[in-house]
């Protein structure tokens, strides 16, 4: 069943950030009637991103992923909304993003997997982890005036 209060955990990559893609990404969310509930600017070290990505750990890529997304800022997002973890996959596109169709940010942004923008989480109870894992503090939560306009 949709859940209307669904969260998932929108992480731009250092190769979004650096291209200045942050306001487009966050704009096709918004645009999409997600709600914003957190966001930072990041510059992560190398402990947290072996955290976020140990499911990964034993992949011959792991090193050079965790020193490219050491390498530079990082923006993490926090998205409310109906079905947020499936709905935000599909507008981020496939891994790959030669795979990814024209109108999702990977397929208009992107060409090589270590370089595809975003990370988006994959299932709910990721989404919990990696929502828990970079934002100790919490998200704010908050009624937004447009809801009754994009929910039913």
Known sequence: MANV???TYIMIKPDGVQRNLVGEIIGRFEKRGFKLIALKLVQS???HLE???AD???????P??????????V???????LDAVKTGRVMLGATNPLQSPVGSIRGDYALA????ICHGSDAVESAEHEIKLWFPEGVV???SAQETWIQE
Do not use: D
Request: with cysteine.
């Open 113 to 116: 997997v270590g370089r595809n």
């Open 141 to 143: 939560q908050y009624t």
């Open 5 to 7: 209060n669904e969260r």
């Open 75 to 81: 923006v993490c997002m926090v998205w409310q909304g």
């Open 56 to 62: 990964l750990k034993g992949k011959a890529f792991f």
């Open 51 to 53: 955290k976020h990505y």
């Open 45 to 47: 070290t190398v402990e």
């Open 64 to 73: 050079g992923l965790i020193k490219y997304m050491a390498s530079g800022p």
